[in-house]
């Protein structure tokens, strides 16, 4: 069964750091875009950051240009997100992602900022 799985979301104070996980059910590639998607009550669904091993590109929402990094380990199916310097704003479920399943989504792990 392909599944994927997110973690380390929780409630922290503005400025704070968190860092989420994913682990896959498949072989991540290096061809596939990993992905990490938010969505807060109300409003539609975005992409936050995506990374391609292969050329390792990277892309980052405006809003959380250096303040978030992605990474992968393709050895343990595991992709990361950590997030520092934490807003109210930033509060939403985080998803994980891939192009290579497009159909295939998590429960999301919940992110919560306030003071």
């Known amino acids: 069964q392909m599944y994927l799985e997110e973690s380390g979301g929780g409630s922290v104070q503005p400025g704070g750091s968190l860092r989420l996980s994913c682990v896959t059910s498949?072989?991540?590639?290096?061809?596939?875009?990993m992905e990490w998607h938010r969505q807060a009550p109300g409003i539609p669904r975005q992409i936050v950051a995506s990374i391609r091993r292969d050329g390792n590109s990277h892309y980052f929402l405006d809003d959380v240009k250096g303040r978030f990094t992605i990474s992968r380990d393709d050895s343990k199916n595991a992709l990361y997100l950590q997030m520092n310097d934490l807003k109210p704003e930033d509060t939403a479920k985080y998803y994980c992602?891939?192009?290579?399943?497009?159909?295939?989504w998590g429960q999301g792990t919940q992110v919560t900022v306030s003071s």
């Open positions: 992602h891939t192009n290579a399943y497009p159909d295939i």
């Open positions: 498949f072989m991540m590639s290096p061809f596939h875009r």
